[in-house]
């Protein structure tokens, strides 16, 4: 697969290390670096995000995510939105306040991007353990607890940013107790 390849990109939300790839530097300026895809994020993240661009830790974004909406190719989300048949944006806040994740449907099967609704595995069993960058904690945890237990509900593969290496697996529940299963 190659950049032009991709024709849409969603980005979970603003931190820095989840919007290094949107775009690239040319002499004429930056360009998108898939250039034939539209990308999406949450208007909420949006307008977080930059209220504060002017401040040392957001000059990322100037770098990163603003110049989408010059170049015209960036859709901001509200609510839960159908990208294609098979995947949907769902709203998923609290780490930030415009956080989303996907759920694909193939088939029969179930899948679900959870991004930074979890950092660390023992979150799955202790989904009240908190996030040092979770903007709004107690809306972290809720959001957390509702998007396990659809994962468990659905049997999903669910995919997690930072469970680095075993970010693949699924929710099981054993008597009551929420682990993470690594394919
Ligand atoms: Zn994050």
Partial sequence: ???????????SHLHSDHVGWN???EKLGWRP???KARYS?????WEHFHKTA??????????????????????????????TPEVTAIPAP?????????AVVSGRERGLVLADALHVPP?????????????????????RRKLLEQAE????????????????????????????QPL
């Fill in 54 to 83: 002017a401040e040392p830790n957001r000059a990322y974004l100037k770098e990163t995510t603003t110049p989408l909406l010059e170049l015209g190719i960036v859709d901001l989300l509200e609510g839960e939105k159908a990208l």
């Fill in 33 to 35: 670096f898939f250039p």
């Fill in 153 to 180: 509900r659905e049997k999903a593969l669910v995919a997690v940013s930072h469970f680095t290496p075993d970010n693949l697996g699924h929710v099981k529940n054993t008597g009551g107790r929420m682990t993470w």
């Fill in 123 to 143: 979150q799955v069993e202790h989904n009240d353990w908190q996030e040092l960058g979770d903007v709004d904690p107690a809306l972290a945890v809720r959001t």
């Fill in 1 to 11: 697969m190659r950049p032009d390849d991709v024709s849409q990109v969603v980005v």
């Fill in 94 to 102: 609290g780490h930030t306040p415009g956080h989303m994740a996907l």
């Fill in 41 to 45: 994020v949450a208007r909420l993240d």
């Fill in 23 to 25: 775009l690239k530097k």
